[in-house]
């Protein structure tokens, strides 16, 4: 069965019909092995900052393509990024979470804030690095002077 240009499956059957084709085997033979990261926005609601839309879009950043792709019925959004985590972590999560913000459909303010907050419940060298190393500059400012303050100079 073709699922897209050049990537085919063979489905399972099951009671119900045929199975769809798994997600990460789909990324995988896409990016033909190069490294991924698979997030979707509905992981910010696990973060306890106080989220409530729910999305229905899969972001997959990696090294390789950028751009939408339907892959077997299901449309993946790929991002290229210069770095990514070897595996998902909540302090990954809180910066992609800011990085994003703009396209959550939240309330930008109230939820920077409630993200401050959080920001104090997690470690701070492993958040301080997660921002450094994934997120965008002013997202790096802000959790800057979410972890010192607003008032810390810096040489």
Do not use: C, W
Not at 59 to 81: A, D
Not at 84 to 103: S, Y
Not at 142 to 150: C, R, S, W, Y
């Amino acid at each position: 069965m073709k699922l897209a240009g050049g990537l085919y499956s063979v489905p399972k059957q099951t009671a119900f019909g045929q199975a769809p084709a798994d997600d990460a085997a789909l990324i995988e033979a896409f990016l033909k092995g190069s490294p991924y990261l698979k997030v979707t926005p509905n992981l910010y609601n696990g973060l306890g900052v106080g989220l409530t839309q729910l999305h229905n879009r899969t972001i997959v950043y990696n090294h390789k393509r950028h751009g939408r792709f339907k892959l077997g019925g299901r449309e993946f959004e790929f991002r290229i990024k210069p770095r990514l985590p070897a595996k998902l972590t909540l302090e990954f999560l809180l910066v992609d979470l800011v990085n994003n913000l703009g396209d959550l459909g939240e309330d930008r303010s109230a939820t920077l804030a409630r993200v401050k907050a959080a920001a104090q419940n997690y470690p701070a060298p492993r958040l301080r690095r997660a921002a450094e190393d994934y997120g965008k500059v002013g997202t790096r400012k802000f959790f800057d002077q979410a972890l010192n303050g607003p008032d810390v100079e810096h040489a």
